[in-house]
């Protein structure tokens, strides 16, 4: 027990300590005198997020009185950039126990990142500071965009994220599928979409413009049992109702309430909403509620009580075991998820108006889950429908292993095809092997070249290190050096960059090697002032001012093992990036070259990685000789210049493929500010918006084909040009199938048509559309699943190419009306 009087003692020690502390005792004896007046200046909210070119919230700054404190007290604000604007205008006078509001307002031109602010309070000889966080967020959005080379995409797995409403951990309807404990992985732990809205400013202030979100819709409500584990959906890919919102995400019933408001919240930030789309499949064929599929709330198809075939709305083949086999990649079943039958009227309808309805609730786009397994003929079709609904962006999922994967080919073939981009896989497995396997960087350079020669459009690949079906690159080696290098890189690279969520904050798992489910870790920390947060909020930064990362060529300046210097060039505006990867070895950098004009350039990262300024003196055909330097080990630095465009510089088109009368926008520099026009060939079209780096316009009415699409500003100056294809009409799918074939060994066969979409008859493999696919059921049928202009009449043939060129044709052509909605199917005789 503790001794009372000891206490005492210890108390009136520290009451003798404190007065001779504070200077006012000398007479001892008991009698202090009071305290002298003081007063405190507080700030209400301490945080703001405000986009570019809008006012703040009003922020009330009080002055607390103690003591007797009763004077006047002057508040200046300091840490303000410029481009912001106050009001009242600081200093401003607050008298004791008083208030004052007072609002930010932001410049359009202010870098979207977060700003400490100090109100610094004084009186005589009296002071007291508070200190305020403010977001600079993107101008809100005003309408959907097409042209996303300019984002920065951080990728949610939206159940491991943020909890922002308790009340749907557990709810009714799919009970028991959550741990609040977070220790079960394959349970969900409660992150939802209200967790990703009240994070926003977190996001704002990384300068990140998209986020691509896990599967939002309505998920399978009891846990599959599989080989003796319970899995439950919170990866949201096993969907039971793609028409409805998963109540884990928004709310127990099922509505759109959630989604709708982060969209506005986001879209107010300058926040684009890419939804993730699974269109291959429901959900396990063999345990939860076996593939079972909802129509908002009705059932819908029944994977086990499925009609028979042409009805079937599932296919039920074998599980995938050649992944290079095109046949088995979109016909049989993916792992054990229920496969849909895209050809199938009522599933083509159903896939199509899900996806239509989170356009029409917002979604600026969508990552398309597993194109490679789902019919590649289809996917054209739905491209185009989401085209026809409105302006979007679309990327694709063709999971491989680099440029030599047997199905590489086929992916460059179905994205240049499509038009719909590509996440950059190659590009992703020679990044993990350069950052987290001791790789070497002619790897990621082969591999950037290869890309670049065989995609139309490599600008619009979307790149990426980490994913939620990887390891994380800690996990691989636990190296925080590398990670801000891959960053870095990628950032700068071609390609519109996603960070995995928690990637800035070093998070990792490694257990199981960080395998799915450790890498969908929960994301501990939402800290400000790590170097990868920072590092990605100054390049995103610079990818909106500087159209060379968004639009430019991509050339190699200077390479070894492990140091990579890429050049990034539109036009005259250029940046230069440099990365050192090695732990231990400096390189000497002599014989370096830039297409930067001489002078003096200072890091852009302001020496966040160890960069410095270096030197470029005059040389000739855009070639000018750098000052030799010494890049120390895990160094980073960026160069840049950029400079408005005089005349017109054309970077981006979206979408590439499309019909008469659709939105399309194409993005660049120097468009001017008074409207021009936009030239499909030598027709101009109907220009819809006009902005000097960017233009929407209606796709004219000109005969289908291929055209070069060119800008020409208001005072006649005329861009370069890219290309575009002008589609015959509104795209449905078509089966094709042809009997009575047996082609000699190593032969394949193709279709053509008297149509654009068929290949205008041209026998060539280029052209056409193949090869056909064997029919699993004859030994002399091949099919294949193509996009037709619906209501076009046509005639089509078939032909063979031998293994040594040669081509055998039908003899002559097929009649066919395709159907002018829901899908066709025409059965032919060779
Ligand atoms: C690929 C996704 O990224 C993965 O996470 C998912 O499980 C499969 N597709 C099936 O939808
Ligand atoms: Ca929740």
């Not at 009698?31 to 200046?41: D, E, I, K, M």
């Not at 990142?113 to 967020?137: E, I, K, P």
């Not at 014989?591 to 040389?619: C, E, K």
Request: overall charge negative; hydrophobic content about 35%.
């Amino acid at each position: 027990m503790t001794n009372p009087r000891k206490t005492w003692g210890i108390l009136v020690a520290i009451g003798c300590l404190t007065v001779l502390l504070d200077g006012c005792g000398g007479s001892g004896g008991g009698s202090t005198s009071p305290p002298p007046p003081s007063f405190a200046l507080t700030a209400s909210p301490s945080s703001v997020l405000v986009s570019q070119g809008s006012t703040s919230v009003p922020i009330e700054l009080s002055v607390q009185a103690s003591n007797g404190f009763q004077g006047t007290v002057s508040v200046s604000v300091q840490g303000l950039p410029a481009g912001v604007t106050t009001s009242p205008l600081f200093p401003l006078s607050i008298s004791a126990g008083g208030n004052q509001t007072a609002t930010f307002t932001l410049a359009n031109s202010l870098a979207r990142g977060n700003y400490n602010v100090t109100f610094a309070g004084t009186s005589g000889t009296l002071s007291s500071n508070t200190q305020l966080l403010l977001t600079a967020s993107g101008a809100a959005i005003a309408g959907p965009a097409q042209d996303f080379k300019k984002q920065v995409i951080y990728q949610i797995v939206t159940d491991r994220f943020f909890d922002g409403d308790p009340s749907n951990d557990n709810p009714p309807q799919s009970p028991g599928m959550f741990d609040p404990t977070k220790t079960n992985w394959q349970f969900y732990w409660g992150g939802d979409l209200a967790g990703i809205q009240q994070q926003m400013a977190y996001l704002a202030g990384m300068g990140i413009t998209a986020i691509w979100m896990s599967p939002p819709v309505d998920n399978i409500d009891v846990v599959a049992n599989l080989s003796g584990t319970s899995y439950a959906p919170y990866h949201g890919y096993w969907a039971r109702d793609m028409q409805q919102i998963s109540e884990h995400c928004g709310d127990v019933n099922n509505t759109w309430a959630a989604f709708d408001s982060l969209i506005a919240a986001a879209h107010q930030n300058g926040i684009r909403i890419i939804v993730d789309f699974a269109a291959n499949d429901t959900n396990p064929n063999d345990g939860g509620q076996f593939g079972a599929l909802f129509n908002n709330g009705q059932a819908f198809a029944s994977y086990q009580n499925d009609p028979a075939p042409p009805n079937n709305l599932f296919h039920h083949n074998p599980t995938i075991t050649n992944y290079d086999d095109p046949f088995q990649l979109q016909y049989y079943t993916l792992d054990d998820l229920a496969d849909l039958n895209q050809e199938n009227t009522v599933v083509d309808i159903y896939l199509k108006s899900a996806l239509v309805q989170f356009m029409h609730h917002g979604a600026d786009g969508f990552r398309l889950d597993a194109v490679k397994d789902v019919t590649w003929g289809w996917q054209y079709t739905l491209a185009n429908a989401a085209f026809t609904t409105g302006p979007t962006f679309l990327y694709g999922e063709w999971d491989l292993g680099g440029t030599s994967d047997p199905t590489y080919p086929d992916s460059v073939e179905f994205s240049n095809r499509s038009g719909i981009p590509l996440l950059d896989f190659s590009l992703a497995n020679a990044m993990r092997d350069v950052f987290a396997n001791n790789g070497d960087f002619s790897e990621i350079d082969n591999t950037i070249s290869q890309e670049n020669s065989d995609f139309v459009s490599p600008n619009d690949l979307v790149t990426f290190f980490d994913s939620h079906d990887l390891p994380r690159l800690l996990s691989v080696d636990n190296d925080q050096n590398r990670v801000n290098e891959a960053l870095a890189l990628q950032l700068a690279c071609r390609g519109i960059p996603v960070v995995l969520y928690g990637d800035e904050q070093y998070l990792h798992n490694d257990t199981d090697g960080g395998n799915d489910p450790y890498n969908r870790l929960w994301m501990s920390s939402f800290a400000t002032n790590t170097t990868a947060y920072q590092l990605i909020d100054q390049m995103a930064n610079l990818r909106q001012s500087n159209p060379a990362l968004a639009y430019g060529t991509s050339q190699q300046r200077w390479i070894n093992s492990d140091v990579y210097i890429l050049e990034r060039q539109f036009f005259s505006d250029v940046v230069l990036i440099a990365v050192n990867k090695s732990d231990t070895i400096p390189y000497n950098i002599t014989g370096l070259y830039t297409a930067l004009s001489p002078g003096t350039y200072s890091d852009y990262l302001n020496g966040l990685m160890g960069g410095f300024s270096m030197q470029v003196s005059g040389g000739t055909g855009g070639n000018n000789p750098v000052t030799t330097f010494s890049l120390p080990t895990h160094t980073v630095s960026v160069w840049q210049s950029y400079a408005p465009a005089a005349s017109p510089e054309l970077g981006s088109l979206g979408p590439r493929l499309a019909q008469a009368g659709l939105t399309a926008t194409v993005g660049g520099d120097g468009f001017g500010l008074s409207p021009g026009a936009v030239l499909v060939g030598t027709t101009a079209a109907t220009v819809q918006s006009w902005a000097d780096s960017s233009v929407t316009f209606t796709v004219p009415s000109v005969p289908p084909g291929n055209y070069n699409i060119t800008v020409e500003t208001n005072g006649g100056a005329v861009s370069n040009a890219l290309p575009f294809t002008a589609l015959t009409g509104v795209e449905i799918p078509v089966t094709f199938t042809v009997n009575n074939v047996s082609p000699p060994a190593g032969a394949a066969v193709y279709l053509t048509g008297n149509i654009l979409e068929l290949g205008n008859n041209v026998q060539s493999t280029n052209s056409a559309t193949g090869p056909l696919l064997a029919s699993p059921t004859t030994t002399s049928s091949w099919f294949i699943n193509a996009s037709l202009p619906a209501g076009a009449q046509i005639q089509f043939t078939f032909f063979q190419v031998l293994t040594d060129g040669s081509v055998v044709s039908e003899a002559t052509s097929h009649s066919y009306v395709v159907p002018t909605s829901g899908v066709g199917s025409v059965s032919v005789t060779w």
